[in-house]
């Protein structure tokens, strides 16, 4: 197993989805938003993400921004809401969009004619026919329905929140999905032209053994997703009210969370799965395999990914704009953000200005979690002598000349690595969960 040093990981640590991270994020403007809007060039290449917050069942792990889709005219007001965002902002952009995601939450959540009218409606404002759709799903409100019309609107990337076949552990996170739930939805995807699926898989959940992770990893790879992500629970229950209804006494300890990635990674990657920086995993032939091979991947708001997009435009209440000099974010409450695009205005609320050094070190972050390695200037690389020692000298980390490198050891501390180039992590800010 990876050598295992708990006081390199006491820090939490970002997952560092962009630089500065939202920790970071003051008020912004609706004029910074429209200019950054404004300096896209025209053609140049955009993706689009699109948030939905709503759930048909609200499980106590998670930690994204969604509520209890149980009031259907709140729904749909929601997605009027997110058609008129959609035509204010196809108004500014001149930018080519070649990619829109859905994500929440769970797109299937809302009615299947809405969601039909909604990819219909972007590919209409944004001239994106031919663009590259996905979508992230549900397996307990996905029906043939639903998968028919997947294929019928050219979605060709899925991914399903599986997080674990072990009915105890379900039953400790308020998911409960039997397997036949998830094989049953592979086999709709499948028939709907889906050719790169993905899995959400999780460790450090309560009451998780060893071996449950292997064994999930396991009726995973017999379903044989193309990708397969592989996250560490983050237990914050000051920071989500939901998270306490687990019970945290049941959660594993640093040491046996450790374990566990490991195992799930040694799984996989026997299983002939690529490891995709610290945390995701793909068959050789899959578009995210072939760009980390080659030195094109990336690292954004949805992870790791084979997207080339410097400008990612998000859509619907709290989704996260990426522009190279600005990061905005929209209003968090679903009702509010209504308000806020009713009223005529781009519903931002949030965010930061990049500065040139935090394009520097961002870009920094980026290259060392998707390659394994990066190559610093003079005066980053003396200033990292000091804090990177400790990995240094324990063999997880080593220099060549100015080029900083990730060893085989040292792919766990991959975040707890790069928190060293983050500037704003000397001040303390912001709350994060464990490096693994």
């Known amino acids: 197993m990876w050598p295992y040093h708990p ?28 200019a950054a809007l404004a300096a896209v060039a025209p053609d140049e290449a955009v993706s689009v993400y699109v ?21 259907d005219a709140r729904l749909l007001a929601y997605l009027d809401a997110v058609e008129e965002e959609i035509d204010r902002v196809a108004s500014r952009l001149r930018g080519r969009v070649g990619r829109i995601a859905f994500g929440g939450g769970s797109p299937n959540a809302v009615p299947l004619p809405r969601f039909a009218r909604l990819v219909e409606r972007l590919v209409e404002r944004f001239d994106a026919a031919g663009a ?10 996905l029906d043939r329905d639903w998968t028919d019309m997947l294929g019928a609107l050219g979605i060709r990337r899925a991914s399903l929140g599986v997080q674990t076949f072990a009915p105890h552990v379900q039953a400790g996170i308020g998911r409960i ?34 071996a449950d ?14 990708r397969i992500a592989l996250f560490g629970y983050a237990h914050l229950p000051q920071l989500l009210p939901r998270q306490r209804q687990i019970d945290g006494a049941a959660l594993p300890d640093g040491e046996l969370r450790f374990g566990q990635a490991w195992a799930g990674q040694e799984a996989l990657i026997a299983a002939g799965y690529q490891a995709i920086g610290f945390d ?27 997207d080339p997009c410097d400008v990612l435009i998000g859509l619907g209440a709290s989704a996260i704009s990426s522009f190279p000099t600005l990061l905005a974010q929209n209003e968090k409450q679903a009702g509010a953000y209504r308000m806020l695009v009713s009223a005529g205005r781009l519903p931002v609320r949030r965010g930061i200005a990049r500065s040139a050094e935090d394009r520097r070190r961002g870009a920094a972050i980026e290259r060392l979690l998707c ?35 990730i060893t085989a050891d040292g792919f766990p501390y991959a975040r707890a690595i790069a928190r060293n180039l983050d500037a704003y992590r000397a001040q303390g800010v912001g709350a994060f969960s464990r490096a693994v």
């Not at 991270?21 to 910074?32: M, N, R």
């Not at 995701?280 to 084979?306: K, M, S």
């Not at 394994?372 to 000349?401: H, K």
């Open 51 to 71: 948030h939905i917050p709503f759930c048909t069942e609200i499980c106590w792990y998670c930690g994204c921004n969604t509520g209890a889709a149980n009031r």
């Open 132 to 141: 590259i759709l996905s979508v992230e799903l549900d397996p307990r409100g």
């Open 177 to 210: 999905q039997p397997r036949e739930m998830i094989e049953e939805a592979v086999a709709g995807l499948r028939l709907a032209g889906i050719t790169s699926l993905n899995f959400d898989l999780m460790y450090g959940l309560p009451n998780q053994s060893l």
């Open 213 to 226: 992770v292997v064994e999930t990893a396991g009726m995973a790879i017999a379903m044989a997703p193309e």
């Open 280 to 306: 995701h995993f793909a068959l050789p032939a899959d578009p995210l395999a072939e760009a980390a091979r080659t030195g094109r991947l990336r690292r954004n708001f949805q992870g790791f990914t084979d």
């Open 371 to 405: 390659d394994g390695r990066v190559t610093l200037d003079d005066a980053l690389r003396a200033e990292m002598n000091a804090p990177l020692a400790p990995f240094v000298d324990r063999g997880l980390a080593a220099w060549d000349g100015p080029t900083l490198g």
């Open 7 to 34: 006081e390199l990981l006491a820090a939490p640590a970002p997952r560092y989805t962009s630089y500065p991270t939202a920790a970071e994020f003051g008020e912004i403007t609706e004029a910074d938003a429209a």
